[in-house]
């Protein structure tokens, strides 16, 4: 895996993690006020708060070959299903 690919994968939680390791490595070295820190208590939390309730559900492939197959797989999910069809021609 690339470093491009792990990026685009994880960016979700890279960008604000940077993005905290900046504001607090500016109020470190402003020597930041108490009340400071507890507003980038709060927004770490609210990050990390929103990531971990904002999972995207897993999916799960499975190959079909028929027709028959396919709609019987929709009748019996129980949720939405998305049927993708691939052709190599």
Aim: hydrophobic fraction near 60%.
């Amino acid at each position: 895996m690339t470093i491009v690919q792990v990026f685009n994968q994880y960016s979700f939680l890279l960008l604000p993690a940077i993005a905290l390791a900046i504001v607090a490595a500016v109020l470190l070295r402003r020597r930041a006020r108490p009340s400071f820190w507890v507003a980038w208590g709060a927004v770490l939390f609210g990050v990390v708060a929103y990531a971990l309730l904002s999972r995207v559900p897993q999916t799960a492939t499975v190959k079909l070959d028929t027709a028959a197959d396919i709609r019987m797989a929709i009748r019996t999910a129980g949720r939405p299903v998305l049927v993708e069809f691939y052709s190599n021609y």
